[in-house]
């Protein structure tokens, strides 16, 4: 797989501001970013490739029907960095894989339709499987998540999971006033700072979940934006995590539980913009 780098990217501001980003090509000095294979051009795939590209991202639709006009279309959409392809062709030119289809369809994907993957990000936006449990609402089916299923089908490449909000938030990140958070969970640090660099580009704010099997944890959070669908409830929620210093400060699970194993090789995602309140200033507990 080809090197990439990245420069730093300002884009949140940027879009939070109603201007656009400048594309990285368009940068001084920027090194071309990560080509991105989005694999299925539905709800979530037609709104992610063309906010990418304008990023700077090469943008690859891979599908079982590239010449569908439909998906020329979306790639015209797109714009110059846009192109199609067949879901195999797609992931072999790609850095970074989007595994924008049905859950019920990945294993085929991953194990049959994508070709090798060794050493390439798949990036997992699926929620869990679930059923209904016995008082009406539902649940997941026990078992591993879909992310650490993709990773034992893929041994050799780098899985993230991200919990990607609604489709319609991605083109306008800002329609709620606040950028939706994005919990992001991998075990390869590179592999989540990629991912949450693209993330903050389109506007959208990251979150590091930790390593791959809190994906179970993100799984289990999204249960809740079923709740006022399945009640009926004429509104329905988006995630936004608060960042609080005071946690931090009086409540010592490090002392209790000890650090994680990571503890000194930590992800580093774009910043927040904000400045973590002073202990002091919390005052008594």
């Known amino acids: 797989m080809r090197r990439f780098s990245w420069t730093a990217l300002a884009a949140a501001s940027f879009l939070a501001a109603g201007a656009a980003p400048l594309p990285a090509q368009e940068r001084a000095g920027a090194q071309p970013l990560p080509t991105v294979a989005i694999i299925g051009t539905g709800t979530v795939g037609s709104a992610l490739g063309p906010q990418l590209a304008k990023l700077g991202h090469p943008?690859?639709?891979?599908?079982?029907?590239?010449?569908?006009?439909?998906?020329?279309?979306?790639?015209?959409?797109?714009?110059?960095?846009?192109?199609?392809?067949?879901?195999?062709?797609?992931?072999?030119?790609?850095?970074?894989?989007?595994?924008?289809?049905?859950?019920?369809?990945?294993?085929?994907?991953?194990?049959?339709?994508?070709?090798?993957?060794?050493g390439k990000v798949l990036v997992d936006v699926s929620t869990g499987a679930m059923r209904k449990a016995?008082?009406?609402?539902?649940?997941?089916?026990?078992?591993?998540?879909?992310?650490?299923?993709?990773?034992?089908?893929?041994?050799?490449?780098?899985?993230?999971?991200?919990?990607?909000?609604?489709?319609?938030?991605?083109?306008?990140?800002?329609?709620?006033?606040?950028?939706?958070?994005?919990?992001?969970?991998?075990?390869?640090?590179?592999?989540?700072?990629?991912?949450?660099?693209?993330?903050?580009?389109?506007?959208?704010?990251?979150?590091?979940?930790?390593?791959?099997?809190?994906?179970?944890?993100?799984?289990?959070?999204?249960?809740?934006?079923?709740?006022?669908?399945?009640?009926g409830r004429a509104e329905g929620i988006e995630m936004k995590f608060l960042r609080s210093s005071y946690f931090p400060c009086f409540w010592p699970v490090r002392k209790q539980f000890g650090a994680p194993s990571d503890s000194a090789d930590h992800a580093t995602f774009p910043a927040t913009g904000t400045t973590p309140r002073p202990c002091a200033a919390w005052g008594g507990r």
């Open 59 to 118: 943008v690859i639709y891979g599908s079982r029907e590239p010449g569908r006009e439909a998906v020329r279309t979306l790639v015209a959409r797109t714009g110059p960095r846009g192109s199609a392809a067949t879901q195999q062709d797609a992931a072999a030119r790609a850095d970074v894989i989007v595994l924008a289809v049905p859950a019920a369809a990945l294993e085929e994907l991953v194990t049959k339709g994508l070709g090798r993957t060794d």
């Open 134 to 231: 016995a008082d009406g609402y539902m649940e997941l089916v026990p078992g591993p998540s879909n992310s650490e299923r993709v990773q034992a089908w893929a041994p050799r490449a780098r899985v993230v999971k991200v919990a990607i909000p609604g489709a319609y938030v991605i083109p306008q990140p800002m329609v709620h006033g606040v950028a939706p958070t994005v919990p992001i969970a991998a075990n390869d640090r590179a592999a989540k700072e990629t991912v949450a660099r693209m993330i903050a580009g389109i506007g959208l704010d990251p979150f590091d979940a930790g390593p791959l099997r809190f994906s179970r944890s993100i799984d289990e959070f999204a249960l809740l934006f079923f709740v006022p669908l399945q009640q």
